[in-house]
């Protein structure tokens, strides 16, 4: 992982994609590695980014950022480095999916011990908006009350998407802890007030584990 201390951190990128299907997956991570190295740490306010994949085969990256200023000359200078280019060469790129959101919460890195990232986007109900005030309010009682509780917690909080759509994203030990705590949302009275603020039909929820 990349992982430095620059204060602040306000911007969370996103990305999911999958390899195309003659690419070794060691290969991936490789140029990963090497895109990593030439370019994204030299990119000013870029603090952290882990390399990521799922049971289902596939990959993610996770950016965490100073302000959406220098997140987006980050993406704006990507596509030019020969390492973005090369790292692209091995995907399927209508798979490429990118989320950029606001941070909702005073973060300033990584946790350090963690292999997990639960990664989870979800919409208000049709004709509501969300209080986002009560929303950090419930986000806050399931730290307090819930998270607190599980020693397999690293790190929790809330991001914004745009105007209706929110994601929840936690760190968490292992892969079996963070699909645990989640689905424990529903026996936890702090859990159910943030399942019962959302459209469940929009739910676009998966768990990650470190790769590099």
Not at 185 to 212: C, N, Q, T
């Amino acid at each position: 992982m990349m992982n430095k201390s620059l204060g602040s951190l306000s911007v969370l990128g996103f990305a999911r994609y999958e390899k195309r299907d003659e690419v070794n997956a060691s290969d991936l991570t490789e140029a990963v590695l090497a895109w990593r190295r030439s370019f994204l740490d030299h990119q000013a306010g870029i603090a952290a980014h882990c390399f990521l994949g799922n049971l289902q085969g596939h990959f993610a990256d996770l950016i965490l950022a100073v302000d959406q200023a220098r997140y987006d000359a980050m993406t704006e200078a990507h596509p030019q480095a020969a390492a973005s280019q090369a790292m692209a060469a091995l995907l399927k790129p209508e798979s490429i999916r990118l989320t950029p959101c606001r941070i909702l919460k005073d973060v300033t890195t990584l946790p350090t011990d963690f292999s997990c990232v639960e990664f989870g986007t979800f919409r208000s109900p049709a004709g509501k908006d969300f209080d986002e005030r009560r929303l950090l309010a419930v986000s806050a009682e399931i730290e307090a009350g819930y998270l607190s509780r599980r020693p397999e917690s690293r790190a929790h909080f809330l991001a914004q998407v745009d105007p209706a759509t929110y994601a929840e994203v936690a760190f968490v030990q292992s892969l079996g802890a963070a699909r645990e705590i989640c689905f424990g949302y529903r026996d936890d009275s702090a859990g159910r007030k943030l399942l019962e603020m959302f459209d469940p039909e929009s739910v676009d929820l998966d768990f990650w584990f470190v790769l590099a």
